[in-house]
């Protein structure tokens, strides 16, 4: 199968571009001019490259002349409301111009990598599974709108004709780009020694569950599903000691207090407009930081026979690779 790919420069993208190869399809994917290729220095020449904008029509539709099938992974991630608009155009907009360019060059198979944060959630709820319709509230965020609003420009392509599947993972742990951001910065953060936690729960997934995941799924018969990708749920103090044991750190002890998030808050909000640069705690990151949701993979599971790896082989795995790769 001829496969193109977006996000692939990515972390979860350069897993899914390694699973494609080792199966044996073709990979045709799109960066910018100024794209890092860190994750895929030894895979680079095995993909077909085509450099171009997400938004531009026409070279969407240049670029899947003779493809089979879409993984679309890329997205802007952001709680910052000054990212608002930059990220409606691109995981929104975006997804609804490679939605129509599938469509009119007559791809058959389109896998759609959305989030846990366009699950919807009440207060009170615990559990969670893909039943879970939207709804905005208390745990609606700038982000998680615009995956929601993502998925409705699936579904639509799904309704005209595409064989369309999303998936839904929560954090995605691997060994990404060291001081990058993303979902490496959880293993800077314990690498660190930072003192405090949040009191909440946190729900975690392999990068190689994932990717072997989207493969299987872009490949099956099975269409105009939703699939949860979580591993499991565990404590913000669990999660980031056993990160501590596995680089031989201390972990962080002292719980984070809701008079302290409130002070963080106000504080990054003025650091970030000072320097420009992008507010990292916002009020929707510390309300999430303090819920307690578990999401339910019951439904993955039982459809692909799947088993997911534990936080212990994930972390272990992700520390030794990091500790390899930058040197740690």
């Known amino acids: 199968m001829k496969v193109f790919i977006t996000g692939a420069t990515g972390l979860l993208g350069s897993f899914i571009c390694r699973h494609l190869l080792q199966n044996g399809h073709e990979i045709k994917a799109v960066k910018r001019a100024s794209s890092k290729m860190t994750l895929l220095e030894d895979i680079?020449?095995?993909?077909?490259?085509?450099?171009?904008?997400?938004?531009?029509?026409?070279?969407?539709?240049?670029?899947?002349?003779?493809?089979?099938?879409?993984?679309?992974?890329?997205?802007?991630?952001?709680?910052?409301?000054?990212?608002?608009?930059?990220?409606?155009?691109?995981?929104?907009?975006?997804?609804?111009?490679?939605v129509n360019a599938s469509l009119k060059c007559g791809v058959k198979k389109f896998l759609h990598i959305s989030s846990v944060a366009a699950v919807g959630r009440k207060v009170g709820q615990e559990f969670l599974d893909e039943n879970n319709r939207w709804e905005a509230g208390e745990f609606d965020s700038i982000y998680a709108r615009s995956k929601y609003y993502q998925e409705l420009e699936v579904w639509r392509g799904?309704?005209?004709?595409?064989?369309?599947?999303?998936?839904?993972?929560?954090?995605?742990?691997?060994?990404?780009?060291?001081?990058?951001?993303?979902?490496t910065s959880v293993f800077k953060y314990a690498y660190d020694e930072k003192s405090f936690h949040p009191e909440g729960t946190v729900n975690y997934v392999d990068v190689r569950d994932v990717s072997e995941i989207v493969v299987k799924l872009l490949t099956s018969d099975i269409q105009d599903?939703?699939?949860?990708?979580?591993?499991?749920?565990?404590?913000?103090?669990?999660?980031?000691?056993?990160?501590?044991?596995?680089?031989?750190?201390?972990?962080?002890?002292?719980?984070?207090?809701?008079?302290?998030?409130?002070?963080?808050?106000?504080?990054?909000?003025?650091?970030?407009?000072?320097?420009?640069?992008?507010?990292?705690?916002?009020?929707?990151?510390?309300?999430?930081?303090?819920?307690?949701?578990h999401f339910k993979n019951d439904k993955i599971k039982e459809a692909l026979n799947f088993e997911f790896k534990p936080l212990t082989e994930s972390v272990d795995w992700s520390v030794q690779a990091l500790k390899e790769k930058d040197k740690l």
């Open 44 to 98: 680079t020449e095995q993909i077909d490259w085509v450099v171009g904008d997400m938004n531009d029509t026409v070279f969407l539709e240049e670029s899947l002349a003779g493809v089979d099938g879409v993984i679309h992974a890329a997205a802007i991630i952001s709680f910052d409301k000054r990212w608002e608009d930059k990220m409606y155009q691109t995981n929104v907009l975006g997804t609804a111009d490679i």
């Open 158 to 183: 799904g309704q005209e004709g595409l064989e369309v599947k999303i998936v839904n993972p929560s954090i995605v742990l691997g060994p990404g780009i060291w001081g990058a951001g993303g979902s």
């Open 225 to 293: 599903e939703r699939f949860i990708l979580n591993a499991g749920t565990v404590s913000y103090k669990d999660f980031f000691g056993t990160i501590a044991k596995a680089f031989g750190k201390k972990p962080p002890s002292k719980l984070v207090k809701p008079w302290m998030l409130k002070v963080a808050v106000a504080a990054e909000f003025i650091r970030s407009r000072i320097t420009g640069n992008e507010a990292m705690i916002t009020k929707d990151t510390a309300i999430l930081s303090r819920a307690n949701f």
